[in-house]
């Protein structure tokens, strides 16, 4: 670190003579390589850089290099010191030497929720950056991009049925109408206690429609795109016919299984195309007992750049697995919080309205009154 | 193995010879060796004569492996390779001994100045070179990591479009984040 900043120094001093214009696409990729917090800090450097066009580059060429690792913390532990839900870390480490790693350190921004006290959802992130929570109080749903430190409310939508019980299960960008789509499942709270999933609009800001819960989800998942339940291929193996529990996640973008295999090992299985039944793929095994043990809190949260599965265990720990070597290892965060729920995005230049922790900076001087 | 050798010239018209298993590093040269439109000499028409031998210099070192220190991830193991070989530790400590070997190499490989480095990552994004590409860009990144956005216009030859106002406010909000830090 102190030689970067000697390196630092020294280019400053050497930079007498403006370089050549580099081509956009040059720039883009060196951006893609930064840390959020200098992209926060360049946000000012000119209008152009907040282009959709450009945006979409550089978040094009994050995805490409696998760089922009981010991860996003939820603190599940509520305390007087610990409120805040969220924190962010930038696991941005070069290099898979876990002494590095132990020295991320948590960055915590202010969330974009309006109250410091409340429990929040991640439903997930798409279109890299753009996390998407829910707040249980007031049933409130935020865009939010902690890289640019922005968020859009979801404005309140004219409640149809006069009692319900909602959560929200996923969301994701349509290119078409360049808005998001958000699924819920909504709950009726009359005797029928009736079930059905529903589908917002969160720019057209319309309940678009509403379709009813299938009883098999896995094998006919949702298709935001269409909104159609459409039959989900499974690799044609003995336990699938079996009906051997199993957990479902992502990881690097593809669907991805987790087979317990005779309580001996975890077999991860990837569809490298989606709905192709031959593209299912043995990508790996996990065979340490430890892991076994915790297989129902298993999930994968992403690739590390050299290819190793970083994984969440039961709500404690992120563990970091090898895939060559067959090994598992402790992965820890500095300032990450005890128990946490983790999320994976990429750093993204996305603007949205509104600007994140303006309503804390009143709740702050309160808070310090207080406490004098 | 003896290899064909290449003539490539740069803007100015000297002329540099590489083996031709050096040069497939590069996509743009292997897509014009492959095509057979070898004609005696190549011409560079966008690399000077006091980049392309950096250039020739990086080739020769990756002579085709088109990587650098670093394995990308592409999305998991290799296919080809068996579910979770025997570990071989001896192999593994070749494997250790080779890259760092090989960081050691790049890192005297890059000690120039910024110039020299633009100009060498717009000659790798020309001829294709992904590793040199990768190398030149981490580079440039990790030496504006901490600039101010001033130094950033003035890096990139950028003028700001912001008002005045815009641009406080912006500075505003970034205050808050360092504050942010200091709080907790």
């Known amino acids: 670190m102190a030689k970067e900043n000697e390196e630092n120094e020294k280019m400053r001093v050497e930079e007498s003579v403006p370089t050549e214009n580099l081509p956009e696409v040059l720039i883009v990729e060196i951006l893609s390589r930064l840390p959020l917090k200098s992209l926060l800090r360049f946000r000012c450097v000119c209008k152009f850089w907040y282009d959709p066009a450009f945006v979409k580059m550089h978040l094009s060429r994050s995805l490409i290099s696998n760089s922009n690792l981010n991860v996003v913390f939820r603190n599940l532990l509520r305390t007087k010191l610990n409120f805040r839900g969220f924190r962010v870390s930038e696991l941005h480490s070069y290099s898979d030497d876990l002494d590095v790693w132990a020295q991320q350190v948590v960055v915590r921004p202010n969330h974009p929720f309006k109250l410091p006290h409340y429990l929040g959802i991640v439903v997930g992130s798409c279109n890299g950056s753009r996390c998407l929570y829910t707040c249980n109080s007031k049933k409130e749903i935020l865009l939010w991009n902690p890289s640019t430190r922005r968020h859009q409310k979801l404005p309140s939508i004219p409640k149809e049925i006069p009692s319900f019980d909602y959560n929200v299960y996923g969301f994701r960008h349509d290119p078409t109408t360049n808005d998001y789509k958000i699924v819920r499942i909504v709950k009726l709270r009359d005797p029928t206690y009736l079930c059905f999933l529903q589908i917002l609009l969160f720019i057209g800001l319309t309940i678009a429609n509403r379709y009813p819960v299938p009883p098999r989800v896995l094998s006919f998942p949702f298709d935001l795109q269409d909104e159609e339940y459409r039959e989900l291929p499974l690799p044609d193996f003995d336990f699938v016919k079996n009906n051997v529990p199993m957990k479902l996640g992502v990881l690097g973008g593809q669907l991805c299984v987790l087979w317990p295999f005779l309580g001996v090992r975890v077999e991860v299985w990837l569809m490298k195309e989606y709905g192709v039944r031959d593209s299912w793929e043995k990508q790996f095994l996990i065979e340490q007992p430890w892991v076994m043990r915790n297989l129902n809190s298993l999930r994968p949260i992403r690739y590390s750049k050299t290819g190793q599965v970083i994984f969440q265990i039961d709500l404690k720990a992120l563990v970091l697995f090898d895939p060559r070597r067959g090994r598992v290892r402790n992965l820890k965060v500095l300032g990450a919080p005890d128990y946490l729920e983790t999320e994976s995005f990429v750093g993204s230049l996305m603007l949205l309205n509104g600007k994140d922790g303006t309503e804390r900076e009143k709740w702050k001087k309160k808070n310090m009154k207080q406490r004098g | ?184």
């Not at chain 2, 740069?10 to 057979?36: V, W």
């Not at chain 2, 579910?83 to 790049?106: A, F």
Request: proline share 3%; net charge negative; aromatic share 8%.
């Open chain 2, 1 to 184: 193995m003896s290899s064909t050798k290449i003539f490539l010239k740069s803007s100015d018209d000297k002329t540099f010879e590489i083996d031709e298993t050096a040069a497939r590093a590069s996509e743009t040269l292997k897509n014009i060796i492959d095509g057979g439109c070898l004609d005696g000499v190549i011409p560079l028409p966008n690399v000077s004569s006091n980049i392309l031998p950096k250039v020739i210099e990086y080739c020769k070192k990756h002579g085709g492996d088109n990587g650098s220190s670093k394995k990308i991830a592409n999305g998991g193991v290799d296919k080809d390779k068996e579910i979770l070989p025997d570990y071989d530790e001896e192999e593994d400590k070749r494997e250790k001994v080779r890259v760092d070997e090989l960081k050691k190499w790049e890192e005297e490989y890059m000690d120039f100045d910024q110039q020299v480095l633009y100009d060498l990552m717009l000659a790798a994004n020309y001829l294709h070179i992904k590793g040199l590409l990768d190398l030149t860009v981490e580079k440039a990144a990790s030496m504006i990591r901490g600039r101010t956005p001033d130094q950033i216009r003035e890096n990139f030859n950028i003028n700001s479009d912001f008002t005045p106002e815009e641009e406080e406010e912006m500075i505003l909000i970034e205050d808050e984040w360092d504050d942010e830090w200091a709080f907790d």
